[in-house]
């Protein structure tokens, strides 16, 4: 899975591209924490490249937006596509985040 | 073929014609039977993977999984689920029963007949809990929004497999573990 950062007025983009599963989910966790220590606590996962997730990847969800939660931040989710909604639907996860239609949507929503 | 052979076998070369490299292994073969002599297809269609247990395939077995559904009228999402499920049972054998020991094997097969999609994922690791699989169930998966610390980071992945599978089956034997994961087909 590829991670690319981005950064506009003190809200952090990372917009994924490929499998977010036991393989990488630790990968995106320790880019999460990296950006937490460097003071950065507003989050937009853009996730309309990614087009498998699994329980490891949505674990790794929940315990970034805890620890940015407990630094006063919170964690958008942008741009899913359908077939990875259905996922977050599966697991009861799009009651936890906060989901929105694209990355504007989601940047305007802080 | 009895169930006792498959376990033996499953994690061996297999009986078919099989292409090799270091990761990733599949064979293919047709099932038959025989009457009065003369082989009979039986409308089985089989292929079985066996990957070492290293994280990083679990990507190539997923994105397999999810093209062979193409071979059934499922929808795209219903092949992603099937697909999701074959990634957590594999990984469950990764982290659970060989502890993150890319050395070993993981076997998946997938068997489909007219009437329903059977899937079955080998290790020779440590067995499951049986009871593990009996307390997953989908209230497992209910979550309170409001309360973000008690939500689980992980153990979704039972839960996931009962939620979408249509009967699951777990077997521990000499050694061997098998979980056998059906999916009827629409009529």
Redesign the interface.
């Known amino acids: 899975m590829e991670i690319l950062e981005e950064k506009i007025n003190k809200i952090v983009t990372l917009k994924l591209k490929g499998h977010l599963d036991a393989s990488s989910a630790k990968a995106l966790k320790e880019k999460v924490d990296s950006l937490v220590k460097e003071k950065c606590v507003n989050f937009i996962i853009d996730m309309g490249a990614v087009d498998f997730i699994d329980s490891s990847g949505l674990g790794s969800l929940v315990s970034s937006l805890r620890s940015v939660n407990k630094s006063g931040g919170d964690i958008k989710i942008s741009s899913l596509q359908n077939k990875v909604r259905a996922i977050f639907e599966l697991t009861r996860l799009h009651r936890v985040f906060e989901i929105h239609e694209d990355r504007n949507a989601a940047a305007t929503s802080f | 073929m009895p169930q006792q052979r498959v376990f033996s076998t499953f994690l061996e070369n297999g009986n078919g014609q099989s292409t090799t490299c270091k990761q990733f292994s599949v064979c293919l073969y047709v099932c038959e039977h025989r009457e009065n002599g003369r082989a009979a297809i039986m409308g089985l269609r089989k292929m079985k993977f066996i990957i070492d247990s290293d ?2 395939n ?2 190539l077995i ?1 994105i397999s999984i999810n093209k062979l559904c193409s071979l059934i009228p499922f929808s ?2 219903m092949a ?2 099937v ?2 499920c074959v ?2 049972a594999v ?1 469950n054998c ?2 659970h029963a060989y502890k993150y020991d890319s050395a070993q094997k993981v076997g998946v097969g997938f068997t489909l007949s007219p009437e329903e999609l059977v899937l079955d994922i080998y290790d020779t690791g440590i067995p499951l809990e049986m009871e593990m699989l009996d307390r997953a169930d989908f209230k497992s ?3 309170d ?1 409001e309360d ?2 008690n ?7 039972l839960p ?1 497999i009962k ?2 599978m249509d009967s699951v089956v777990y077997e521990s034997e000499k050694g061997m573990n098998c979980l056998t994961m059906k999916k009827k087909l629409a009529s």
């Open positions: 994280l990083d679990i990507p997923g795209e999402r992603l689920q697909e999701l990634v957590e990984t990764i982290k998966l209910e979550v929004p973000l610390e939500i689980a980071e992980g153990g979704r992945g996931i939620e979408v």
